[in-house]
Nanobody, 124 residues
Framework: VQLQASGGGLVQPGGSLRLSCAAS????????IGWFRQAPGKEREAVSAITSSDGVTYYADSVKGRFIISRDKAKNTVTLQMNSLKPEDAAVYLC??????????????????WGQGTQVTVSS
């Protein structure tokens, strides 16, 4: 069971990036997928998540209206479209799979599988 996040890079403030979380060895359809980020010296924080059964989405207040999470079942991936990026969005972004209840969807400890992460740098 492996997860791999990709799509990070360097972008100017106001720009966009599209992150992808891909799985090998299992179907993402049966898991809630969360995107988290961790900046140097800061705790890991939830950015967005999408549930397995009914596609309910979660967004951190700091990214609402700018980020969009979606599933591509044919490709077995979950995508995080990040628009209007700000310098404070810079971090390593990781995707995770698990079965959290809705009230715990933003808690990293609930997720059992993690990818290695992809670096997002927002700078002019």
């Amino acid at each position: 069971v492996q997860l791999q996040a990709s799509g990070g890079g360097l972008v100017q403030p106001g720009g966009s990036l599209r992150l992808s979380c891909a799985a090998s060895g299992f179907s993402l359809d049966y898991y809630t997928i969360g995107w988290f980020r961790q900046a140097p010296g800061k705790e890991r924080e939830a950015v967005s998540a999408i549930t397995s059964s009914d596609g309910v989405t979660y967004y951190a207040d700091s990214v609402k209206g700018r980020f969009i999470i979606s599933r591509d079942k044919a490709k077995n991936t979950v995508t995080l479209q990040m628009n209007s990026l700000k310098p404070e969005d810079a971090a390593v972004y990781l995707c995770a799979a698990g079965h959290p209840i809705i009230s715990a969807i933003s808690r990293p400890s609930i997720y059992g599988y993690w990818g290695q992460g992809t670096q997002v740098t927002v700078s002019s």
